[in-house]
């Protein structure tokens, strides 16, 4: 149930989410049973699958225009711009209701045991308060709830087995798979939130290719197509439009009362409310408590640890290619998802980093995209005869694989408030600090060096690599850390169940929370973590503020 | 938006970015009628006419008549165009590039459909699961890869 802002009241609600991306939708589900009064705000609005660029001829312009994944470069009024002069990648997102899995690419990696436990197992980062057995039920409820298609028996992974066949591997999956096998490395088809086949009303995937022009077919699992379809049949409510400039907080008892928001027509509104959660995202919900100032909390909302918007963490990119003798059909399928290796995902002392990457076999992309350098990359390959060349005898031939680095936490990357820019509504936007560390250059090289291997072992005649020592600028999809999880209150923001240690009817659900990164798409874990985070809600309801 | 010989100019430039293919079976950009793209083009440059129109400045300036010179000569003076006049030289490019792939009729030189993607896709033949079982398994033969 959608609503302007106006036609509702102050009323005070239960619980009042903020952000209807992915963990929003997916807290909300989780919330619905007890039949609290639920309110969720969003900036953004719906989008119609009708609307959907992928059913126009010009779709590949969509890409750098309304549905770029860059809201510096899409510009619309529900988006807020970011400042990322001083990082050398940039976040991208959707703002509107299923947040970024709108435009995502729906790879569905769950994280590692690993993962959780890298101080233990390789003295790096923390620990996670919670770890992989936990959060074990909540992959599995979540999976379910959304949809995914992949092959069991993993020997990367702890056994499970996903509800749907896999999607097709493409051409260059097949031929890559060949080159892993020969290597004796590990591979494995991917694991997508992308149906297979037909499930529970919704389409199966047409391989079209575009799937970060939104998903016309209904097949990619956004929050969108699974958790809003329940909720607002629930009649759950929605407030579009409504941007949330700040958690207030009641001085005498230190809980947060409600929020501060811009209504659609840019006028303030109060809305209060017993429990406040924040979706937000990892640059999103930073912000948001950094813009949340009062005498008890001069620093910023929950900050008393001073982390709030520090130990900022992406997954810093390359890529390698290689030049096949035959067209690899890259356009067609599921954008980033065929097939992962993670042969050298987990710690090795032999090698001069800690931790690992992913290599991921994503297909290609549409000639435009690969003429501007590719997804996420804004280098143009160049004019003249070379150009004749490229499109001709290279683009038809090409696949490749993409380094996808486990970024440690670190306290200088983070975001702030700019001090100058601000949102349609004169909030100040999100100004990001971030530089590579050393061991992620290490990393990349190695990746790029194992990349050429796995190419030339599957038959490439040519590999294509920049060698530059450059990441992909609009790499920043995962923004994670900047609200961490843990038991300690003078370094963590949120305990293990996302409550706030300062302020305890506030919690954050979203990516911000994580202790660490992995090496793979987050949004799996972020939703089963909003899932874990709903289930200890309710379990502890009686004592919740104690 | 320009003159007859702004235009004429236009398309041997961009003729010039985007060749045409040797076999004459896809056509350079300037044939391609690319130009008529830019001026519904402000959504991806901030001021595409005023670029364009800057780099035919700047190749008229070096090169009056542009259309007698052979192909290296066109070259040439285009590669001093763009280092005179790098930012809208390269905004030319790029949109040359959008206005070019994003017609239908050159998709499906490169091996992509004309048609919008939605709903028809692509069929693409999908792994049948005894040849995926096969090429799976050296890597389950292989054991856990795990720490837990």
């Known amino acids: 149930m959608a609503t302007g802002a106006g036609e509702t009241g102050k009323d005070p609600v239960d619980v009042l989410i903020v952000g209807a991306g992915a963990s929003g939708a997916a807290i909300a589900w989780s919330l619905l049973e007890t039949r609290m009064r639920i309110l969720c705000l969003e900036q953004g609005k719906h989008i119609s699958d009708r609307d959907f660029p992928s059913r126009r001829e ?116 097949w031929k890559l798979a060949q080159g892993f096998n020969r290597l004796g490395w590990h591979w494995w088809p991917s694991d997508v939130a992308i149906l297979s086949r037909d499930h529970e009303g919704r389409q199966k995937c047409v391989n079209a290719g575009t799937c970060d022009l939104g998903c016309a077919a209904g097949a990619k699992g956004g929050a969108n197509f699974t958790y809003w379809a329940v909720l607002e049949r629930a009649r759950m409510e929605l407030r579009t439009e409504c941007r949330v400039r700040e958690v207030l907080i009641d001085p005498n008892t230190g809980f947060a009362t409600g929020v501060l928001y811009h209504g659609p027509d840019g006028q303030l509104q109060e809305q209060r409310a017993e429990i406040v959660i924040l979706a937000c995202n990892g640059v999103g919900t930073p912000r948001l408590l950094l813009n949340s100032k009062s005498k008890q909390f001069p620093d910023g909302l929950a900050n008393r640890s001073g982390m709030v918007g520090r130990n900022l963490m992406f997954h810093p990119l390359t890529g390698v290619s290689g030049v096949f003798d035959e067209p690899m059909k890259g356009h067609e399928g599921p954008m980033a998802c065929s097939i992962l290796s993670q042969e050298f995902y987990e710690t090795d002392t032999n090698r001069d980093f800690v931790r690992g990457y992913g290599l991921h076999a994503g297909r290609s992309t549409t000639p435009m995209t690969y003429a501007l350098g590719g997804y996420g990359i804004d280098r143009p390959i160049p004019w003249g005869e070379d150009h004749r060349e490229i499109m001709d005898n290279v683009y038809p031939f090409v696949a490749g694989l993409t380094v996808v680095t486990e970024d440690l936490p670190e306290e200088h990357n983070c975001v702030s408030l700019d001090p100058n820019l601000t949102d349609g509504d004169g909030i100040p936007a999100p100004k990001i600090t971030y530089r590579l560390s050393e061991n992620t250059r290490r990393m990349l090289r190695h990746g790029e060096e194992r990349a050429k291997e796995v190419l030339l072992a599957a038959g490439a005649k040519k590999v294509l690599c920049s060698d530059d020592g450059n990441v992909w600028w609009r790499a920043g999809w995962h923004q994670m850390g900047t609200c961490r999880m843990g038991n300690d209150p003078r370094a963590s923001v949120v305990n293990g169940w996302g409550r706030c240690h300062d302020v305890k009817n506030l919690f954050i659900v979203d990516g911000s929370i994580f202790v660490t990164a992995g090496a793979v798409n987050p949004t799996s874990t972020i939703q089963a973590l909003a899932l874990h985070i709903g289930d200890n809600i309710k379990n502890n309801i009686a004592n919740l503020f104690d | 938006m320009w003159s007859g010989t702004q235009r004429q100019l236009l398309d041997l430039i961009l003729d010039e970015l985007i060749p045409p293919g040797s076999d004459g079976r896809v056509p350079g950009a300037g044939a391609a009628g690319v130009a008529d793209f830019f001026p519904s083009a402000a959504r991806y440059a901030p001021d595409p006419v005023g670029a364009i129109t800057t780099v035919l400045a700047a190749v008229a300036a070096n090169s009056p008549d542009f259309a007698s010179l052979d192909r290296a000569g066109r070259v040439a003076v285009l590669k001093e165009a763009e280092s005179e006049e790098p930012d809208s030289f390269a905004t030319l490019v790029r949109l040359t590039y959008m206005g070019y792939y994003s017609r239908p009729d050159i998709r499906p030189l490169f091996g992509v459909g004309a048609h919008a993607v939605h709903p028809e896709g692509y069929p693409v033949e999908n792994g049948e699961a005894e040849r995926l079982a096969e090429l799976t398994e050296p890597v389950r033969a292989r054991g856990a890869i795990h720490r837990d």
């Open chain 1, 58 to 173: 010009d779709y590949e312009l969509a890409r750098y225009g309304d549905f770029s994944c860059d809201p510096n470069v899409r510009m619309l009024k529900q988006d807020y711009p970011i400042n990322s002069t001083e990082s050398c990648i940039t976040p991208v997102n959707w703002n509107g209701v299923g947040g970024s899995t709108i435009n995502f690419l729906a790879h569905w990696p769950r994280m590692r045991p690993s993962d959780f436990r890298t101080r233990t197992l390789d003295g790096v980062a923390e620990d996670w308060p919670v770890d992989y057995a936990a959060l074990e039920p909540f992959y599995e409820m979540n999976d379910r709830n959304v949809g995914v298609s992949g092959l069991g028996g993993n020997p990367a992974y702890p056994p499970y087995r996903p509800e749907l066949p896999p999607i097709p591997i493409g051409r260059l999956g």
